[in-house]
């Protein structure tokens, strides 16, 4: 997936500026808010759902930080995801979700605690720290 970008606002005094996000297969059209007949001057939509404010660090970044941190910032996987969702080989029907649409479901937080507590046990937490720990060795004795 290639993430497109570009800055479609500048606000100086709050030190801001506001980016637009698309992929080759997502498009400013298709990410667009709904019922937003607005236009820019360069006539695409006023506001897309990819919109994103960022906070400019002082001082401000420059070069390929500036790229990094706009990149960073980017909604990667909700992109990727929205590119699975236009994908008709994709089911994105949510049939199983619409089953339970208006039913009120009741579970005891204790049971589901347990259940991710289950995920490891404690012997599988000591082989993982132990063999963290074999490798932060190796690697400080190897160099």
Same mark, same amino acid.
């Given at each position: 997936m290639n993430i497109h970008y570009r800055i479609i606002e500048v606000w100086p005094d709050d030190h801001l500026f506001v980016v637009r996000y698309t992929t080759d297969k997502i498009t400013e059209e298709m990410l667009k808010v709904a019922n937003d007949v607005n236009r820019r001057p360069d006539s /695409?939509?006023?506001?897309?759902?990819?919109?994103?404010?960022?906070?400019?660090p002082i001082?401000?970044? &420059?070069?390929?930080?500036? &790229?990094?941190? #706009? +990149?960073?910032?980017?909604?990667?996987?909700? +992109?990727?995801k929205? &590119?699975?969702?236009?994908?008709?080989? #994709?089911? /994105?029907?949510? /049939?199983?979700?619409?089953?339970? +649409?208006?039913? /009120?479901v009741i579970k005891n937080t204790e049971e589901l605690l347990a259940k991710k507590a289950d995920v490891l046990t404690d012997d599988d937490i000591k082989s993982l720290i132990n063999s963290l720990s074999k490798d932060n060795f190796t690697n400080k004795t190897a160099g």
């Open positions: /695409t939509p006023m506001r897309c759902r990819t919109d994103v404010s960022l906070d400019m001082p401000p970044l &420059e070069g390929q930080v500036l &790229e990094d941190f #706009i +990149l960073m910032n980017a909604p990667m996987a909700w +992109l990727r929205m &590119e699975a969702v236009n994908d008709p080989d #994709i089911d /994105t029907s949510l /049939t199983n979700v619409k089953a339970m +649409l208006g039913k /009120t």
